[in-house]
């Protein structure tokens, strides 16, 4: 299979354990840089107004000379390495819209092994028919996590025999997930947030959860000065996170990078879940994930704001007893980490499966069957056609692969007098990875 690797890590690693399964990635910038270069930045800005703006006939030219060039792209994937199937984490973004026709002229089928989970109230009600208009689904089979992600997509006009409910292959490793041990200084791990995440698009810009998150903050901060916890931040990937680690730094004092310390931002959240001893945390999907792995969850949320946005967000508030403990204000919070709260309760896991699907260790299989299913059943005779011109494609970029990477090591020198070594380094790195791809085809 050929995968699109956008936020998709986690999943791709439980299902690269398939030995059903050979995956190549494909980085996300191969498509949506040259897409933004052809069609302009506005259309990557914004959710509605960005689907808006690509559907325009405004754009009309710019979409096809982009197909144009992603089909000619999808060739020359081909070619280098021959997959059977195309496997998107969502086909709604506009730089894969084109995908689905340009890959079934090839002969290959495009599904969906959907990355997203939770689906809150606003999402439902207000995101849907958005979807619905401007990038209904368009592929050729769809693996959600569970009956309400179904459910979705159904309200945005999918196809009911096109979808199944399989769970999400990256909650499989919380299978068989045990509590922590409890300790005199546990760990706890905040789950950061951007101070305009959860709201509608007429709100982005805007520093809603200023208040709740540097309340928040400061409650750990204190007890990590105190040395009653060791404070973990993960930040989400939206957040600026350079300035971010320089304001909580500032914030830390003395216990930074000891009792206070950020994670790194490559780090698995589900490892960084296992290994917690508490998990705090406000709108985050990473709460359900903690409640499926048995750690002790504090929901951090209070105030006017969240109250307003009461009706738009997880629900949270309205888990069931056992399930999460709701810190209603900084007090409430730091009681809850002084007290090391309890582990979820065995009945938790039915309310988070409502959420996250059938945690059991078996969704990576399922998806697997899926996927070769839908391959198995796909025509074949155009793909046969294309791998006919395989071995002189091999031949022309491995030719080019190895011109263009001595042309860039001859380039490091003059680079490193002007100090402009980076951009020099990474096209060499890419050509020397074009000249092995040409390299591995020929070989086989």
């Known amino acids: ?18 030995s059903a ?27 509605e107004s960005g689907l808006k703006l690509f559907t325009s006939e405004e754009l009309r030219l710019a979409r096809e000379t982009y ?5 000619k792209e999808m060739r020359g994937i081909y070619l280098e390495w021959p997959f059977d199937i195309v496997v998107l984490p969502s086909d709604i973004f506009f730089f894969v819209r084109a995908l689905p026709t340009i890959a079934h002229a090839l002969g ?11 689906v809150s109230p606003e999402t439902m009600e207000f995101e849907a028919p958005i979807v619905g208009r401007y990038a209904p689904f368009i592929s050729d089979w769809m693996a959600v996590c569970s009956e309400r992600q179904k459910e979705y997509w159904l309200r945005v006009g999918a196809d009911p025999a096109a979808i199944d409910v399989t769970g999400q292959p990256r909650f499989d490793m919380y299978a068989h997930a045990t509590p922590p041990d409890r300790k005199s200084v546990p760990t706890v791990l905040f789950f950061s947030y951007a101070v305009d995440a959860y709201v509608p698009e007429a709100d982005l810009g805007q520093a809603v959860w200023q208040e709740l998150r540097d309340e928040t903050e400061r409650v750990l901060v204190a007890l990590a000065r105190a040395s009653k916890v060791r404070i973990i931040v993960k930040h989400h990937p939206q957040q600026e996170r350079r300035g971010e680690v320089d304001r909580l730094r500032a914030l830390a004092g003395k216990s930074w990078g000891q009792a206070f310390v950020v994670a790194d931002p490559e780090a ?23 409640v499926a792995a048995q750690r002790p969850v504090v929901y951090a949320a209070w105030g006017k704001d969240w109250e307003r946005h009461l009706d738009r967000l997880i629900p949270f508030h309205d888990a069931p007893p056992g399930c999460v403990h709701h810190a209603q204000g900084p007090d409430a919070l730091r009681t809850f980490l002084e007290s090391n709260p309890a582990p979820p309760t065995p009945d938790s896991r039915v309310w988070c499966e409502e959420a996250l699907g059938p945690i059991d260790g078996r969704a990576s299989s399922r998806v697997a069957k899926g996927l070769a299913r839908v391959a198995s059943d796909w025509p074949q005779e155009a793909r046969e056609g294309l791998g006919r011109h395989r071995r ?31 951009g020099v380094v990474l096209r060499q790195q890419r050509a020397a990875e074009f000249r092995k791809v040409a390299m591995r085809g020929l070989r086989d």
């Open 67 to 71: 197909a144009r060039w992603l089909d």
């Open 268 to 290: 698995d959240t589900r490892e960084l879940v296992l290994a917690a001893d508490i998990i705090v945390g406000f709108q985050t999907t990473a709460l359900y994930e903690a």
């Open 392 to 422: 002189s494609y091999l031949v022309r970029m491995l030719a080019g692969a190895s011109a263009a990477e001595m042309f860039w090591l001859a380039a490091r020198v003059p680079a490193l007098v002007l100090g402009r070594t980076g």
């Open 108 to 118: 290959l089928p495009v599904v969906v092994a959907q990355k997203e989970t939770t």
């Open 21 to 47: 399964l050979s995956i190549r990635r494909l980085p996300v910038y191969r498509l949506r840089e040259p897409a933004i270069r052809m069609m302009g930045e506005e259309v990557g800005m914004g959710f």
């Open 1 to 18: 299979m050929l995968a699109l690797d956008h936020y998709f890590d986690q999943d791709l690693k439980a299902l690269e354990a398939q």
